[in-house]
């Protein structure tokens, strides 16, 4: 059986009530109220108060504030008067229950409009968190295309260029050769003038006979058609040389590779390509940079940094369906939980992400830092500080020097302190 409580203050102005009701030592919280136009209720079992107002009043602006062992109503009135008294009297139980039901009705009315204002609200964050993002990626998009471009229009006015200047090169050394070859024709032709004036007989007229020609070298003349003239070797011929390269994945040379990390990062790659084209069909029509849970990691810390909790999760969720072994994923998702009051998943998202960090070395002891705190919040926040002393209790064994854990976790004890002494 519930225990009424009788005992209240209250005293009005022309457009207020103010009431005050002592809870006996019962601990209450906003869940324990319930109040609507005309009816009034505080269950903290086993205590029960239940009221019936005079006359409406204005639910939505009316306020209750906890403490000191009270509760304090400031019940604005619809429409100015002085009441009579605070609850409604001589009225029969029928009038009274349709009173109560129908505040219970409008207040479920109430809530669910609420909700689905929420829901509306949510959707056009998400749209509008959507939109955003997609145009900041297309600036981006525009911008790298604009630098690609500017960079070809570089290279091809610096290909021109060379190839201008590679042809002024050709000419000047064909007009080179030319004119050497013009001097050697020149001085050939001289050479030959001497050796003609040297070989003349002094005295053509008194004698038209010419001696026989010997046998031997010198005894050939110039004018014989078996002298040749001297003529130039050819160039050279050109050739090209064919090099063959080992093929390789990484532009580094063998003897400077690890080749065991390179085989395992091609391991992950493959994985999660399989993954991808099993499980991910809808995202074919992505870029290779999209489907990488490192680049969206980093564009998830980017949305977050801007406060952009919503964008950060959906950048997390698709990173986490690409890759779902990776702990910093959950742990930056866990992060955005909280700072969206989304306490459950935040405390699912920091337990996976101390799944994955195991075994417990030096190099992860950051991150599982970062998981006990976060997860501990998430407890406090839900009023189970004893959970919550716990994670921080857990997180000052691995990093005993951090100041703001152990102040974090005073303040729990303190909490949990007096819970115990009010109860």
């Given at each position: 059986?519930?225990?009424?409580?009788?005992?209240?203050?209250?005293?009005?102005?022309?457009?207020?009530?103010?009431?005050?009701?002592?809870?006996?030592?019962?601990?209450?919280?906003?869940?324990?109220?319930?109040?609507?136009?005309?009816?009034?209720?505080?269950?903290?079992?086993?205590?029960?108060?239940?009221?019936?107002?005079?006359?409406?009043?204005?639910?939505?602006?009316?306020?209750?504030?906890?403490?000191?062992?009270?509760?304090?109503?400031?019940?604005?009135?619809?429409?100015?008067?002085?009441?009579?008294?605070?609850?409604?009297?001589?009225?029969d139980k029928e009038k009274l229950q349709y009173l109560r039901e129908n505040a219970v009705l409008k207040a479920q009315q109430k809530a669910k409009e609420e909700t689905e204002a929420k829901k509306a609200t949510k959707e056009e964050h998400k749209k509008y968190a959507l939109e955003a993002t997609m145009k900041l990626e297309e600036a981006e998009r525009k911008r790298i295309e604009d630098l690609k471009e500017k960079e070809r229009q570089k290279v091809t006015e610096e290909l021109e260029l060379w190839k201008n200047q590679q042809k002024d090169a050709d000419k000047y050394k064909s007009v080179q050769k030319e004119g050497e070859l013009h001097q050697e024709i020149?001085?050939?032709?001289?050479?030959?003038?001497?050796?003609?004036?040297?070989?003349?007989?002094?005295?053509?007229?008194?004698?038209?006979?010419?001696?026989?020609?010997?046998?031997?070298?010198?005894s050939c003349s110039i004018f014989s058609p078996n002298v040749k003239e001297e003529q130039l070797p050819a160039p050279r011929s050109a050739a090209t040389i064919k090099v063959n390269f080992t093929p390789r994945v990484f532009p580094t040379a063998l003897?400077?590779?690890r080749v065991a990390e390179e085989e395992e990062w091609l391991h992950k790659q493959a994985e999660a390509r399989r993954t991808i084209s099993a499980d991910l069909s809808e995202l074919e029509d992505l870029k290779e940079e999209e489907k990488n849970p490192d680049w969206l990691k980093d564009k998830g810390n980017k949305m977050f940094a801007m406060g952009n909790y919503l964008a950060a999760v959906n950048a997390y969720n698709l990173a986490v369906r690409l890759n779902n072994k990776l702990p910093l994923l959950y742990l930056n998702r866990a992060a955005c939980h909280l700072k969206l009051r989304n306490l459950h998943k935040a405390i699912e998202d920091s337990s996976k992400a101390l799944e994955l960090l195991t075994p417990p070395v030096p190099d992860n002891e950051g991150a599982r830092v970062k998981a006990y705190v976060r997860r501990g919040t998430a407890f406090c926040q839900l009023e189970l500080y004893t959970e919550g002393l716990q994670d921080y209790e857990a997180a000052l064994k691995i990093d005993p020097?951090?100041?703001?854990?152990?102040?974090?976790?005073e303040k729990i004890r303190h909490l949990i302190q007096g819970t115990m002494q009010g109860s």
């Open positions: 059986m519930p225990l009424w409580l009788r005992e209240h203050r209250w005293h009005q102005t022309p457009t207020a009530v103010f009431l005050s009701l002592p809870l006996r030592g019962a601990r209450a919280t906003p869940a324990n109220i319930f109040c609507s136009e005309r009816y009034l209720k505080v269950s903290i079992p086993p205590f029960l108060f239940e009221a019936i107002l005079y006359a409406p009043i204005d639910d939505t602006n009316s306020t209750a504030k906890i403490g000191n062992g009270n509760i304090f109503f400031t019940l604005y009135k619809k429409e100015p008067a002085m009441w009579d008294s605070l609850t409604l009297e001589n009225a020149g001085q050939l032709k001289e050479r030959k003038n001497e050796k003609m004036t040297k070989t003349r007989i002094p005295n053509e007229g008194t004698s038209k006979s010419r001696p026989k020609p010997t046998k031997g070298h010198a003897r400077e590779s020097k951090n100041k703001n854990i152990e102040k974090d976790a």
